[in-house]
């Protein structure tokens, strides 16, 4: 295999274990066959916003140009902070977009990737975002019918347990045993009570698994623009990394880079 193009986060299918693509151009390419094989990434010194096209010297919000950055309606604060949503008070293609991403349900669940989290996701993305966490089980708690109600949900159980993971204990695999149904029942306490008509209290606890066959001992990630070219035997694929023998590299961080990857055996 050898295929270049713009990179994108990698896409991927629902199974036993989670089937990855590679996403060059746009356009998919089965990742986990390379698994075992020696690979090479290059970066070809290039690259190229994901929104607009135009050429630049660094990315802004995993992929933009400044401009796309600065001004696009889903790089708002809102994109990490969703209780500060106003896009319904914005202009036209602010409110374009409240309808067409704000205004629909969203769901709050609670994750299992370094440990037990809290997030927001529209409900299209279910189980994608947890995939994209390299989380190993999933649970809704909560659908609201806007994004800006789901935020404030997390909001409140997040001032009792984390909204981040703790990427390298996410790699290793590093979790302790852990009840999502009992999580449920234990946030359940810290919901606010205008918005407790939208806890879920029957939704089923779902597992996922990766194709990792080995992670190194010590994570150490890969810089493209340090070094431009990583060459090492791949040995599993979790969240958006690509994990080697000797490195990892997040692939997510370099949307927009135009880069080369090969199988060299």
């Known amino acids: 295999m050898k295929v270049s193009g713009q ?7 629902e199974a036993d274990p989670v089937e990855y693509f590679l ?3 746009e356009q998919p390419v089965p990742v986990n066959p390379a ?3 020696e690979m090479s990434l290059k970066f070809l010194n290039k690259i190229t916003c994901i929104e607009c096209g135009r050429s630049i010297k660094k990315t802004y919000d995993q992929g933009y140009c400044f401009p796309c950055a600065r001004d696009l309606p889903g790089n708002a604060m809102c994109a990490v902070r969703p209780e500060k949503c106003e896009h319904e008070f914005g202009n036209e293609q602010d409110r374009e977009f409240f309808k067409k991403y704000c205004k629909v349900d969203h769901l709050v669940y609670l994750s299992l990737t370094s440990g037990v989290k809290v997030g927001v996701t529209r409900h ?3 189980p994608s975002r947890w995939i994209d966490q390299g989380a190993v089980q999933g649970l809704v708690i ?3 019918p806007e994004r800006k109600l789901s935020g404030l949900i997390e909001v409140a159980l997040a001032a009792h347990m984390a909204d981040k993971t703790n990427w390298r204990k996410m790699l290793k695999g590093e979790t302790d045993p852990v009840n999502l149904r009992e999580g449920r029942e234990q946030v359940q306490a810290w919901f606010p009570a205008d918005l407790m008509r939208y ?4 939704e089923a606890v779902r597992e996922l698994h990766y194709p990792v066959e080995a992670v190194p001992f010590k994570i150490v990630s890969h810089n493209l623009d340090k070094e431009p070219q990583l060459r090492d035997r791949l040995t599993g694929i979790k969240g958006q990394y690509l994990i080697f023998e000797q490195r990892v590299i997040n692939l997510r961080k370099y949307a927009g880079y135009h880069v080369e990857f090969e199988t060299l055996d």
């Open 7 to 13: 990179l994108r986060k990698m896409t991927h299918e």
């Open 35 to 37: 698994i075992g094989r």
């Open 124 to 126: 299209l993305n279910i």
């Open 142 to 144: 909560a659908r609201t």
């Open 23 to 25: 996403s060059l151009d």
């Open 199 to 202: 806890f879920l209290k029957d």
